[in-house]
């Protein structure tokens, strides 16, 4: 049986490059959208969490206690610590747009710990913003080349607008979003009429969970229900983001859900989740939080995602190349020479460890060479090569796999 203890699943090799690559790749684009990779330390003050509102449950967060009784957490969520430190760092001038490859500890998920990649916007408040970050995480998706993805855009607050006079307690709003992210409408109606609302408005909530798929049809499903111009707004500020996101013709990846409902309640505009065929879980997500920082006693607007590194990994289908790692071996004369070798071909960047015993199984494929006074003999499988100079073998090797 799989121990539900174990904090992080071990990567082995072969594993492990894969996740190399992946956050290889999604840094990388990251950058070229002007965004610049912080790291945020792994113990906080629980307090930074006990006084934001609605940020992860506390009782999902790692705690310790250090020496002088002190209570830490193992960092629960990245968006925040980032928004407080741009939030206090603002006048010095500091990137608006910040990157992170992190990983996350929370008691819910069965590892305990998953690394996430992602990027926090902050300062901008405008369409073109959100589907500029929405094209980044599209494009990082394609270029991951990750199998029939979708993302899903909602709104965090649309149809809570309807419910503004109804007065839920957060116990009935965390029933209702359960009901609504199921898409459970038989159990919508009957809880409503309990709760004593009015008509007309369980009419509207009973269509929240149709409202997905194609955009053209949801947006103009949702003008039906719009009762508050708070509604009309955001709704206007959605179908904007798709119109760019048309533009840069990312739009077949998108559908629009307006039942969609982010764990995270720091969320206050848009937010979205990515998804892949075959997984139940989100890819990614993401939204704009523009109140979060009214805890660090500013306001500035921000928009934000990050990636599931370790769900990107399993979803991976490319096959990467190995580097073959050359196995050098020496006359008893020759151990300086081979050791210049070595090192000429390190420079190189070429993989090269010198003179261990054949045992491992894994290396039985490698390439061998074998350093003489006068010739050195590379060998792989069936095949040998003699050369006479070192260099005469370097200009080979280092070129060898190059067209
Ligand atoms: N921190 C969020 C994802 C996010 C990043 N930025 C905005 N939202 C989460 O872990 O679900």
Redesign the pocket.
């Known amino acids: 049986m799989k121990n539900k203890q174990i904090l992080h699943d071990m990567f082995y090799p072969k594993q492990f490059s894969k996740k190399r690559y992946v956050i290889h790749k999604l840094t990388d684009r990251f950058t070229t959208f002007g965004y610049q990779q912080v790291e945020t330390p792994v113990f906080e003050d629980y307090d930074l969490y006990n006084d934001v509102q609605g940020t992860v449950d506390t009782a999902d967060m790692l705690k310790l206690v250090d020496s002088s009784g002190k209570v830490l957490v193992l960092r629960p ?3 925040i610590p980032i928004s407080r430190y741009y939030t206090n760092l603002q006048e010095e001038a500091i990137s608006s747009r910040l990157a992170y490859v992190l990983d ?1 500890f929370r008691s819910t998920t069965e590892e305990r710990s998953r690394t ?1 990649a ?1 990027v ?1 916007l902050f300062g901008e408040r405008a369409p073109e913003a959100d589907a500029e970050l929405i094209a980044l995480a599209v494009t990082s998706l394609k270029e991951l080349e990750i199998p029939s993805f979708k993302l899903e855009i909602g709104h965090a607050t649309f149809y809570k607008e309807l419910l503004r006079e109804a007065n839920l307690t957060a116990m009935q709003q965390k029933q209702l979003d359960q009901y609504i992210q199921s898409k459970n409408v038989s159990e919508i109606v009957p809880f409503l009429k309990d709760l004593g609302l009015d008509a007309t408005l369980i009419e509207k909530l009973r269509k929240i969970p149709m409202l997905y798929g194609d955009a053209d049809f949801v947006i103009h499903e949702a003008e039906n229900i719009i009762s508050t111009d708070r509604m009309r707004e955001e709704l206007n500020y959605l179908s904007k983001v798709y119109q760019l996101l048309q533009d840069y013709q990312v739009d077949s990846y998108i559908s629009i859900n307006l039942g969609l409902i ?3 309640n720091y ?1 206050s505009g848009i937010i979205f989740q990515g998804f892949a065929e075959g997984l139940g879980q989100p890819i990614m ?3 704009r ?1 523009d109140y979060l920082s009214r805890s660090f006693h500013r306001e500035t607007p921000a ?4 990636f599931e590194v370790d769900l990107l990994v399993q979803l991976l289908t490319c096959t990467l190349t190995e580097q073959e790692i050359l196995r050098l071996d020496y006359a008893s004369s020759e151990r300086k020479r081979a050791i210049q070798l070595a090192e000429s071909l390190r420079a190189a960047n070429l993989a090269v460890i010198i003179h261990t015993p054949k045992k491992e199984k894994a290396y039985t494929e490698s390439p061998e060479l074998l350093v003489n006074a006068d010739r050195l003999v590379y060998s792989k499988q069936q095949e040998s090569k003699e050369f006479k100079t070192d260099q005469e073998f370097l200009d080979w090797y280092i070129r060898k796999d190059v067209e």
Not at 303 to 306: D, E, T, Y
């Open positions: 969520d990245a968006t996350i996430q992602g926090e982010n764990h995270m969320y997500m993401g939204g939080y928009i934000g995602f990050a």
